[in-house]
């Protein structure tokens, strides 16, 4: 494969391109409370989507686009996998809960 040289140099510098791009980002606690200023729809269920369709979408939708994606990176390097998108949903879970009982409060 061609491009494999470059994927290996990319995964050894990762580190520094890690911080490099935690730089470029707001971190998903200040995502989510921005969300919720918005008063946007914070969980799945709030739009009406089962959690089992959010998470298979998630776990598929790199399959449906023509470019390539961190997704595709992710089942490329065969990272995305059940235990990958268990601990994403949990931790999405854990974000939007606490927005959630806010909202309620108010």
Do not use: C, K
Request: overall charge negative; proline content about 6%; cysteine-free.
């Amino acid at each position: 494969m061609a491009a494999h040289p470059r994927v290996e140099a990319f995964l050894h510098d990762w580190p520094e391109r890690r911080a490099h791009l935690a730089r470029l980002v707001d971190p998903p606690e200040v995502v989510v409370q921005s969300l919720a200023m918005a008063n946007h729809p914070l969980r799945y269920e709030d739009l009406g989507t089962p959690e089992a369709q959010a998470r298979w979408a998630f776990r598929n939708g790199h399959l449906m686009r023509g470019r390539f994606s961190s997704a595709d990176l992710l089942s490329f390097m065969g990272w995305l996998d059940d235990d990958l998108v268990d601990e994403i949903f949990a931790d999405y879970r854990r974000l939007t809960e606490q927005q959630a009982v806010n909202r309620t409060i108010r």
